[in-house]
């Protein structure tokens, strides 16, 4: 469990299907001055960028190596706004306000305080920061929109990363996120599934105040 916990701490500084037809006219792929711009991409990430704007729920993270086994599981209630995130789990907890991350682990009574990367675009942990700032970032490609209408995008990242691409699984109609698969080279994959999504607003504290945990002892990494 410590093991899967570094793990996720580390993505939150840092979260095969054959191609098919195009799903439309629209899904050709046109060209920009800032490299290729896949119009139905465009429209369905847009949607889902707008939802992740005041969003909770549940996620599960599974690690699976490259044979595609489950090497580690574990979940977490989500919170989103605008750009903020909670998540809460049994022994620890991860929050940003957008400036500050603090990173809460219950069972060490530790909190480490960090600055938010500069570019907090790639950060696996924050689906709506890095969905707004895709261009940025990744070269967006449509592949298509399964019966139950979950649209699958890959998200190929400009710079080098420790993987090669991120799959989303969006609702095209409404936007929802339901699924992120990370890539990696050695053909082992982070997937994150999200469940119980709510849309509503989100009243719950993007901020730990210290204060209130006197028996944890405080790192302040700033």
Not at 93 to 119: C, F, L, M, R, Y
């Amino acid at each position: 469990m410590k093991k899967f916990l570094k793990l996720l701490v580390c993505a939150s500084l840092a979260f095969h299907f054959p191609p098919s037809a195009p799903h439309s006219a629209s899904a050709q792929i046109t060209h920009a001055s800032q490299g290729n711009l896949d119009e139905v991409a465009k429209a369905i990430l847009d949607k889902a960028a707008k939802k992740l704007q005041n969003m909770s729920g549940v996620v599960t993270l599974s690690i699976l190596d490259s044979q595609k086994k489950t090497t580690a599981q574990q979940s977490a209630r989500v919170y989103y706004s605008k750009g903020r995130y909670r998540l809460v789990m049994d022994a620890m907890e991860i929050v940003s306000d957008g400036t500050t991350v603090w990173q809460w682990d219950k069972k060490a009574k530790e909190i480490v305080v960090n600055n938010v990367p500069a570019n907090d675009g790639l950060n696996l942990l924050n689906p709506a920061t890095l969905i707004a700032n895709r261009d940025k970032n990744f070269r967006s490609k449509y592949i298509r929109t399964d019966p139950d209408g979950t649209a699958i995008i890959d998200l190929q990242p400009r710079s080098s990363q420790s993987y090669h691409k991120l799959r989303l699984f969006v609702v095209e109609e409404t936007g929802l996120l339901r699924r992120v698969e990370v890539h990696k080279y050695d053909s082992s994959r982070e997937i994150y599934v999200f469940d119980n999504i709510t849309t509503s607003s989100i009243k719950t504290p993007f901020v730990i105040n210290t204060a209130d945990h006197p028996d944890a002892e405080v790192i302040d990494m700033r």
